[in-house]
Nanobody, 120 residues
């Protein structure tokens, strides 16, 4: 599975951004897709994840501000794009955001990351 993340940028605190993660390749094998982030000097952490049946889970600290959603391809019905809507952004949300796909074959695929910078 190949993943292409986009949508990052520079915003001011309180503003919103929507990130996109386009999946291609063997999308029928995707079990779930997650968004992770890594701030400078910190470990990569899970932001949110959405499963193939639409179940979602979030980092507790981000519930209410971030929303994960997905579109399915019309011709296959499998996930094509996963979004991360980020509202009321804070400077501590500054990080590189990555999307990750876990498959039913136990593989773990990563996109290239998109940088989000929130100024105060």
């Amino acid at each position: 599975v190949q993943l292409q993340a986009s949508g990052g940028g520079l915003v001011q605190a309180g503003e919103s951004l929507r990130l996109s993660c386009v999946a291609s390749g063997r999308t029928s094998s995707i079990k779930d897709i997650g968004w992770f982030r890594q701030a400078p000097g910190k470990q990569r952490e899970l932001v949110a994840r959405i499963s193939s049946n639409g179940n979602t889970n979030y980092a507790d600290s981000l519930k209410g501000r971030f929303t994960i959603s997905r579109d399915n391809a019309k011709n296959t019905g499998f996930v094509s794009t996963v979004y991360l809507q980020m509202n009321s952004l804070k400077p501590e949300d500054t990080a590189v955001y990555y999307c990750n796909a876990r498959t039913y074959f136990s593989s773990d695929d990563w996109g290239q990351g998109t940088k989000v910078t929130v100024s105060s």
